[in-house]
Structures are given as structure tokens and as C-alpha cells.
């Protein structure tokens, strides 16, 4: 059976190249998709996890007043995490920001950086409340919130979402069809073959097995070369993206996500490969 | 046993190939069936594998009606069977070993069972040099003894053989009608069509002789006319 198939793939090798090459361009923008979900879903986090509300303090403020506003912030039941960031604390976290640039960092002193709480809210629409109720406080001077910013984000990140499915979803119809298509002309190619092997006392699953497996083998050919190719983009480019999206836990890529990448791809491909062939031969066989 | 009771066979292009006809083959048997080119005797043979199905009538293998049998169990019956086509249906991109030993695929036997019987019958038929020619490569004698090694290597309870020494010369003929007798005195049925005049006399086995697709003749130990 498996030499059939491989008999089968040997005697038409452009069908086979077209293919595995479409396959392999479907597998590798899944697995694109894929990533990239994964990436901006982190992002998103990041930012859900970032202080969303940054209220600044007067300089006059007294310890009393600072720990009777936290108690009232929390008490409103809303809040995930109240931090209060010192002007000492302020000024550490600022020449962190810019220890590459000295010139920054020059006549700076804690003096003149305010002290702030960090306010992070469970829920992303309860944040206007917190921040409503900070902009009344005589003892806060300015109040800024991430609100926007997250919003946006979360916005983007669902038309990405939808975008990419629905091109990986064409993506995906097309290869079925073009495996189906290819599988079917093998059927109606190797139609003498078949015929014999009735004949001869061939159960129509003995018959059919080749043809599924032939499809199976593209998918899994396929998978090796986007796993290839996706690990390579991944290596070249993971160095740029690990500084760019520094913070976000996203790179350096565990062992773990090369591995759920890897097996996600051979699912794709083989699902592809396998159902396409299955198809064509409910259908032609 | 195979009995054809009251078969008709009508082609869809008006054609009647068989014409209630009834017969009776019982097992361990070696019948000729002779007669004129599309007398009927083909037909009467894919029946029996249930490559076509008739208009009218009933066939049975044993007490099985096989002309009822539903599609999915039509394998188990053909596994029972040899048939050597007249077309010799050989696969042309197998090797004479690929093709000789298709049946033990199909029936899942192991491999050291199917090198053991595949060399076995390919030295009976001889052409066990030949094993690894294609087709396109052998000659038609070679190519007849190809497709009887693939009938026999399953050991059948029944082999069908349309006109298998049609282009063999006499003395290879008669060596293959040799190993057909070998085989039906081990108790195989063959069923057997061909216009080879000198080999029908002498087998001095049963002769049918079939016309327009009626059964004219019937004859224990019978001639070619």
C-alpha cells in the first residue's frame, strides 16, 4: 500500500510539487497567524497588566493622606493592584529608562519628579470610574490613564484576528480543493489500476488507502517545510523583536513554543492532506 | 459448485449475450467453454466475479446467490477466485513480481509467504528470470504465463481463464494446460474459454459449447465441434 503511494507520487511529480508547494504556503501563514495571535495577545496583556491609571501627587502630600486614598481607590472593589511609587523610587526608574543617555540624565534629582500610584483596574471598563474618582483628589495633580492605548491595542488585535483567519481560512479551502483536484486526476489517471485491483478481490478501502496516504504524505512534506521555514524566519528575526518587544515576554521562544509550533503545523498539514485526499476519494472512488 | 440458473444477459445496446441459460459446474471440475467470438462465453464468465450482473436469473457459488450479494461483500467471493483475462489486465508500471504476487497483497498475507509462493509459482509458469521485467519488457507468451502465475498464487478454489494460451505457441500451450490440470486435480474448479481446437481435444475434459448465448452442447468427455 505504501509503495503504491509512493509509486503514485513518483509517476506524477509536478502534481506533486504543485501540491506541496500550495500546502506549504497554507501551513506557514497558519503558523504565521498563529505567532502573530499569540504575540499580539502577550502584547495585549502587557498592557492589561501595566499600572493603567498614573495619578501624580502634589509635592506637599503626607503620608496619612496617601494611605486614606489607597483605602478609599480599594474600596471601590475595583481595583486589581494600587501601587505608590515614591520620588526616590520615581528617579530610579528613570535613570533605568535612560541609563544609554547621559545627557538625560544630568540635572535630574528626585526633587523634581513626582511622586505617583499606579492603579490597575480588574476590568479595563471600570478604569474611567478610578479615573474620575482621581481627578476630583485636591492632593493629585494630574491623572493619566492607558485606556486608549489598551482599546486601540484590543481593537487591533480582534481585525488582525479576523483578518487573519479569513485569509488563513481561503488559504486552507484553496489547498483542500487543489489537493482534492490533484487526488481526483490521480483516481481518474490510475482508473485501469483500480479497476484490476477490484478485480483481483481489493476491498474499496484497500483501494481508496493509497490515495489518503498520498495526500497524508504532502501534508507532512508540507509541514516540514513551513516548520522549516518558520523557525528559520524566527532565528534570523528573534534577536530585532526580542529588543523591540522588550518586556513583553514574548522572546526570547521557549523550547515549549517551538514545540506546540511544530505540532500545530503537522496538524494543519496532515488535517489538509489527509481530509482533501479523503474527499476525493468518497467522491471518485 | 457454480450454477447459473435461467441467466439472460442483455447489454444495454440491445446485445443479448446469454439466453436463459442454465448450467451447472460442480466443484473439482475443469470445463472448456467453446464457441464463436461474442457467443456469450465471457459473459458467462464475469458473472461469475460479479463484474457485471445479469437481466435475468440467478447465479450461486456453493449456496451463496452472489447475483443478491451486496457490493461490500463482493471482495470475499472474488478472493476466491483466479480469473485470467482475456486482456490479461496486467499493471504496466509493476514488474512481473509486482504483479504476480498483487493477490497476497490484497489478501494481507506476510512477506516471507508471499516470497515463498511467489517464487514458487513463477518457476511453475517459467519465467521466474523474468521477475524483475516490466510488462512492455516480456513477450506474449510471457506476459499470458505472467497473468495464469497471478491467478494461481492465491491457491483459489476457482480459476476463470478466458482464453489464456490465445497467443502461446502449441507446446507452450500445452505446458500451461499441464499446470492447469495439476492444479484442478488438487481440486480447483477451472472454468475455461478458448477456440484452441487441439487443445479441447486433448484434455478430454467437459466441453460446452455455447452459440448466440444459448447453450448448444454439453459434453462429459467432448470434442471442439
Not at chain 1, 516540514?224 to 524566519?233: A, K
Amino acid at each position: 500500500m505504501i509503495r503504491t503511494m509512493f509509486r503514485h507520487i513518483r509517476r506524477s511529480p509536478y502534481q506533486a510539487l504543485a501540491a506541496i508547494s500550495t500546502l506549504t504556503l497554507t501551513v506557514l501563514v497558519a503558523s504565521i497567524f498563529i505567532i502573530t495571535s499569540f504575540g499580539a495577545e502577550k502584547i495585549l496583556l502587557f498592557f492589561e497588566q501595566k499600572p493603567q491609571v498614573t495619578a501624580f501627587l502634589t509635592d506637599k502630600i503626607q503620608k496619612e493622606e496617601i494611605e486614606s486614598l489607597k483605602k478609599e481607590i480599594q474600596d471601590t472593589g475595583k481595583i486589581a493592584n494600587i501601587k505608590y511609587i515614591s520620588k526616590e523610587e520615581a528617579l530610579e526608574i528613570y535613570k533605568k529608562q535612560n541609563k544609554n543617555d547621559p545627557l538625560l540624565l544630568e540635572m535630574v534629582t528626585a526633587s523634581i519628579l513626582p511622586a505617583s500610584l499606579e492603579v490597575s483596574t480588574r476590568n479595563l471598563n471600570d478604569l474611567k470610574e478610578i479615573h474620575d474618582l482621581l481627578k476630583t483628589k485636591k492632593i493629585i495633580e494630574e491623572v493619566v490613564y492607558q485606556k486608549d492605548i489598551v482599546e486601540n491595542l484590543s481593537s487591533w488585535i480582534n481585525n488582525l484576528r479576523v483578518a487573519g483567519l479569513i485569509f488563513t481560512g481561503v488559504l486552507l479551502l484553496n489547498s483542500l480543493l487543489t489537493i482534492l483536484t490533484i487526488i481526483a486526476f490521480k483516481i481518474a489517471q490510475r482508473k485501469g489500476e483500480v479497476e484490476i485491483l477490484f478485480l483481483l478481490g481489493a476491498t474499496k478501502w484497500q483501494a481508496r488507502m493509497p490515495f489518503i496516504l498520498e495526500g497524508g504524505v504532502y501534508g507532512f512534506i508540507s509541514s516540514l517545510f513551513s516548520i522549516g521555514l518558520i523557525i528559520s524566519i524566527l532565528i534570523n528575526i528573534g534577536p530585532f523583536l526580542a529588543v523591540f518587544l522588550a518586556g513583553t515576554g514574548i522572546f526570547p521562544l521557549m523550547l515549549s513554543d517551538y514545540l506546540s509550533l511544530m505540532a500545530i503545523s503537522l496538524f494543519v498539514g496532515l488535517f489538509i492532506g489527509l481530509f482533501g485526499s479523503f474527499m476525493a476519494v468518497i467522491r471518485y472512488l | 459448485m457454480i450454477r447459473w440458473e435461467n441467466i439472460t444477459k442483455k447489454y444495454k445496446n440491445g446485445t443479448v449475450a446469454l439466453d436463459s441459460v442454465n448450467l451447472t459446474v460442480e466443484g473439482s471440475g475443469f470445463v472448456f467453454l467453446v464457441g464463436p467470438t461474442g457467443s456469450g462465453k465471457t459473459t458467462l464468465l464475469r458473472l461469475v466475479i460479479r463484474d457485471i450482473l445479469p437481466s435475468e436469473g440467478k447465479l450461486f457459488i456453493d449456496d451463496t446467490e452472489i447475483t443478491k450479494m451486496r457490493k461490500g461483500k463482493i471482495p470475499q467471493i472474488r478472493r476466491k477466485m483466479g480469473f485470467i483475462f482475456q486482456d490479461l489486465k496486467l499493471l504496466s508500471d509493476r514488474s512481473v513480481w509486482e504483479n504476480v504476487i498483487l493477490p497476497l497483497e490484497i489478501l494481507g498475507k506476510k512477506k516471507g509467504e508471499i516470497e515463498e509462493k511467489g517464487n514458487e509459482v513463477l518457476k511453475t509458469v517459467g519465467i521466474i528470470k523474468k521477475i524483475n521485467c516490466y510488462p512492455v519488457q516480456l513477450s506474449g507468451g510471457e506476459l499470458q504465463r505472467a497473468a495464469i502465475a497471478r491467478a494461481l498464487i492465491s491457491e483459489p478454489e476457482i480459476i476463470l481463464a478466458d482464453e489464456p494460451t490465445a497467443d502461446l505457441d502449441p507446446k507452450i500451450s500445452l505446458e500451461i494446460m499441464e499446470i492447469l490440470e495439476k492444479i484442478n486435480k488438487n481440486g480447483t474448479t477451472i472454468i475455461m474459454a478458448t477456440h484452441n481446437e487441439k487443445i479441447v481435444e486433448k484434455m478430454k475434459k467437459r466441453v460446452i459449447r455455447i452459440e448466440d448465448g444459448k447453450i448448444i452442447k454439453d459434453q462429459k468427455e467432448g470434442k471442439y465441434d
